[in-house]
């Protein structure tokens, strides 16, 4: 299989850090993406890494460790439009398997 | 900025009819893909295509299930005979290429809601 796992749902404050994490299979894989689903709404993409290492854009990081078959995407000063759910998707074999994502709730 | 584009957003039907999803990817990309979300659940792929022919295609991706790019512009996901767990979201995906086992970006529409009753 493509067994991705993440954790399920966590609650922030606004201007706070989170970090949301993701195991994958490592057999057949060929890059990680980081997509942001809010309720109702297609995924949207934030990041991509196929080599190990810190990928940063704005506001939004994301890590890979290949041989861990690990992944994370930190989300830092969050605003509370950051509030939706947190796809990981592994590619590979001209597909993108997702956990079932991670929920963001960011408070006041 | 180009995005892809579904029609109908919602679809109600009957069970045991055919339904056609529609899709409009973006217009210089060559792979596209059709993905699902059944409600509270993970979105799970279900085929991609490219070069008028299926790359690859998931368990879920049995005989009732068709896909077609009939002109330039569109990719249709076909359901023969609707059964109710076929309710879901149905995504449209497309990228510039599949890259080396599908590493390229792959951008979504904005999905069709299939009810089936």
């Known amino acids: 299989g493509q067994n991705i796992d993440q954790p399920t749902e966590m609650t922030a404050t606004e201007g706070a850090i989170v970090q949301i994490n993701c195991t994958y299979q490592?057999?057949?894989?060929?890059?990680l993406f980081w997509y942001q689903q809010h309720a109702g709404e297609a995924p949207t993409f934030l990041s991509y890494?196929?080599?190990?290492g810190l990928e940063e854009k704005g506001r939004f990081s994301s890590f890979l460790s290949r041989s861990k078959g690990y992944s994370y995407l930190l989300l830092k000063e969050l605003q509370m439009k950051d509030s939706a759910s947190y796809l990981c998707?592994?590619?590979?074999?001209?597909?993108?398997?997702f956990g079932k994502g991670n929920q963001v709730v960011v408070i006041p | 900025e180009p995005e892809v584009t579904q029609t109908p957003s919602h679809q109600v039907t009957q069970m045991g009819q055919e339904v056609i999803l529609r899709c409009v990817p973006i217009?210089?990309?060559?792979?596209f893909y059709w993905y699902r979300q059944i409600l509270g659940q993970k979105v799970e792929f279900l085929v991609s295509?490219?070069?008028?022919?299926?790359?690859?295609k998931s368990e879920i991706f049995d005989d009732q299930f068709s896909v077609e790019r009939p002109d330039g512009s569109n990719f249709t996901l076909k359901i023969r005979s609707t059964k109710l767990e076929d309710s879901a979201m149905y995504f449209c995906?497309?990228?510039?290429?599949?890259?080396?086992?599908?590493?390229?970006?792959?951008?979504f529409g904005p999905g069709t809601r299939l009810t089936v009753l």
């Open positions: 995906a497309s990228s510039t290429t599949g890259g080396a086992g599908g590493t390229d970006t792959q951008y």
């Open positions: 490592t057999s057949g894989f060929n890059g």
């Open positions: 890494n196929v080599l190990d």
């Open positions: 998707g592994r590619g590979g074999n001209n597909r993108l398997a």
């Open positions: 217009s210089n990309h060559l792979y």
């Open positions: 295509f490219y070069n008028n022919e299926i790359s690859e």
